[in-house]
Structures are given as structure tokens and as C-alpha cells.
């Protein structure tokens, strides 16, 4: 149930996590959202690399900081674990393309999913549903709440006027709250699509429902589509490597 801030405001709901199945189904219309450790009590970081193809190997060896390597190799191995979970594929065999953003895709995967990643902090978080295409087209973001300096500067840069106008009229000790907020819905509908940050919305294209989370505290996500079930009806795993997964 949604509960109300002293203000009247709806506050995003806290999610309850269950380990998420070794064999997963997912049915039409229905969200899923995983969660994933990029610290160091997430996959164990060699057994990470094995899973990650060419690209993202290439990718991890570029990066000179070692925490953000580590953390990209413990979302992106445990992205490919999570999407072996539904197609029954061993997690190195899978195959990706991307689009003009940079947005990954399945490539020939027997089952169509839609699916999106977001990496802040120490978690990284996967939304996936059923099907491809514009009504199955899923965006998430999450953002690690940290106080920070410019939020008016990036809202005028970034953000509709009636948002800009929310913000500034927002109480002091609430701006920060507000901003990423607003700032997480901006990025999963803008990965919901494919397009990123600096593209406009293709003409005559609705925007999708968009509906906010709070995966732990400290943290706050969005998820974009469509069409969405209420956050109560999304089913929530932890991504747990167990033996038998890595082993499969």
C-alpha cells in the first residue's frame, strides 16, 4: 500500500525481495524487477568476467577505476545470469545488439523479452517483461539519494517547466527528494525507448506510464512502459548465485 508523506504526497513504496528462481516463466503485461550486488557481496568477480562476452570484457579492461569496473562486471554478469533464468541458455551464450543509444537487445533469442538495466551505488537493478517491441519496451533507473549542489541548474537544463516550477516551489529539506524523483522518471522513460537523454520523443509518440519504487533505503527507481501493473503486483527477486546456476 502506498502511505502519504506529512505533506499529502504520495511516497513510493518499499519493496520486499524474495531469491529469485533458477527457471523463471514471465507472463504477458506482467513486470519483473531484479536486484542485483555490485559490492563486494555480489558474484564473485572472476566467475563474473567468464560470464560477459567480447564486448563487455573489452569494456571492464578500459576502465583504470577499480571499484566502477568491478561494479560494471558484477551488474553485467548478473544481467546475463538473470535473462539465462527465462531463455534456459547458459549466461555466455546469450547475444546482444544495440541500438542507436546504446540500448542492449536480445539477438535471436528463441524467447522475446524486453528488458533494461541501471547500475548506481552498490545495486544495480533489471526490469524484464514479456515480449519486443514499442508496447513492450521497459526503461529503469535508480538513483542512490546523496546530497548534491546543482539540482536547480540540472531541473532548468533538463526538465519540463511545470517540473522546474514543483521543484523551486518545494519546501528546502524536500527539493533533494523531489529532484530525483523527477530525475529517475526522466531517465527510464528515456530508456524505455531506446532514444537517451538528448533525443526528443519521436512525433506523434505517447509518453509511458511511468511508477517509482524504493528497491532499499537510500535509493529510489522508476520504471517506465507503456502500460504498467501497480508496483504491488511486480514480482521482485534478489539475484542469488547459487552452485547450481553456476554450474549449468
Known amino acids: 500500500m502506498q502511505r502519504l508523506n506529512d505533506d499529502g504526497a504520495i511516497r513510493p513504496p518499499t519493496l520486499d525481495w524474495t531469491a529469485g528462481p533458477i527457471r523463471c516463466d514471465i507472463r504477458s503485461g506482467a513486470l519483473h524487477l531484479w536486484r542485483i550486488r555490485t559490492d563486494a557481496d555480489g558474484i564473485e568477480l572472476a566467475h563474473g568476467l567468464s560470464l560477459l562476452g567480447e564486448r563487455q570484457r573489452a569494456r571492464a579492461a578500459r576502465m583504470r577505476h577499480e571499484p566502477y569496473r568491478e561494479r560494471y562486471v558484477r551488474a553485467h554478469a548478473g544481467l546475463r545470469e538473470i535473462l539465462s533464468r527465462y531463455l534456459d541458455a547458459p549466461p555466455g551464450s546469450l547475444r546482444f545488439d544495440y541500438g542507436p543509444a546504446g540500448k542492449p537487445a536480445l539477438a535471436g533469442a528463441a524467447?522475446?523479452?524486453?528488458?533494461?538495466?541501471?547500475?548506481?551505488?552498490?545495486?544495480?537493478?533489471?526490469?524484464?517483461?514479456?515480449?519486443?517491441?514499442?508496447?513492450?519496451?521497459?526503461?529503469?533507473?535508480?538513483?542512490?539519494?546523496?546530497?548534491?549542489?546543482?539540482?536547480?541548474?540540472v531541473a532548468e537544463r533538463m526538465f519540463a517547466p511545470e517540473m522546474v516550477r514543483t521543484l523551486a516551489s518545494a519546501p528546502q529539506d524536500e527539493r533533494l527528494a523531489v529532484f530525483y524523483r523527477a530525475w529517475t522518471a526522466l531517465e527510464a522513460d528515456a530508456k524505455a525507448d531506446g532514444r537517451g537523454l538528448f533525443r526528443p520523443r519521436p512525433a506523434g509518440a505517447r509518453p509511458p506510464a511511468v511508477l517509482h519504487c524504493i528497491p532499499e533505503t537510500g535509493y529510489i527507481a522508476a520504471v517506465a512502459r507503456e502500460t504498467l501493473p501497480p508496483v504491488m503486483d511486480w514480482s521482485t527477486f534478489d539475484l542469488l548465485i547459487r552452485p547450481s546456476s553456476i554450474t549449468r
Do not use: K, M, Q, Y
Not at 515480449?131 to 541548474?153: L, M
Open 111 to 153: 524467447l522475446p523479452l524486453s528488458f533494461n538495466l541501471t547500475t548506481t551505488g552498490d545495486l544495480a537493478l533489471v526490469a524484464v517483461c514479456a515480449g519486443a517491441g514499442p508496447s513492450t519496451d521497459v526503461g529503469v533507473d535508480c538513483e542512490w539519494i546523496r546530497p548534491r549542489h546543482d539540482i536547480e541548474a
